[in-house]
């Protein structure tokens, strides 16, 4: 009997310590600082603050209308589109990124993968993240611009 409830509470241990679950707030924290750098990157014109928080293999695609349509357009953009972006979207300075908002909500957090949510001066993104030698980078992004009235 000894032998049964002491291998059951082995069993119990291990369990615990090979969860996938990772809530710690410091990890919570990496998930949003790498966030804030994607969006930081654009606003501020840094895009090496894209090269920090984004993998190269992002897939990322977006919805918005088009100026005069009611219908939303889907679009693609790579890597390297966004660190493009980043480098020229506000290159001069002039946007009031002050009064853009750049609103985090971390979702989940496991020891391998993230979900997000950024809500932007462009609209909304939802984002999964993924750990890459020990570093919290944006993998997929579906994102959708704000809606009229909101």
Request: charged share 25%; glycine share 6%; aromatic share 10%.
């Amino acid at each position: 009997m000894k032998r049964v409830m002491l291998g059951t509470a082995i069993a119990c241990a291990l369990s615990k310590a090979v969860s996938p679950r990772a809530q710690q707030p410091d990890e919570r924290e990496a998930v949003k600082s790498a966030v804030l750098d994607y969006v930081e990157a654009i606003y501020q014109a840094q895009p090496d603050r894209i090269q920090r928080s984004v993998h190269i293999d992002l897939a990322k695609r977006g919805y918005y209308r088009k100026s005069g349509e009611q219908t939303f357009t889907s679009e693609p953009m790579t890597y390297q589109q966004l660190f493009d972006l980043a480098g020229r979207w506000n290159k001069d300075g002039k946007r009031p990124i002050a009064t853009y908002p750049k609103d985090v909500v971390v979702y989940d957090v496991l020891n391998q993968t993230a979900a997000a949510k950024l809500t932007a001066m462009w609209g909304v993104d939802y984002m999964h993240l993924a750990k890459y030698d020990g570093k919290w980078k944006i993998v997929n992004i579906l994102w959708q611009e704000t809606p009229a009235g909101k």
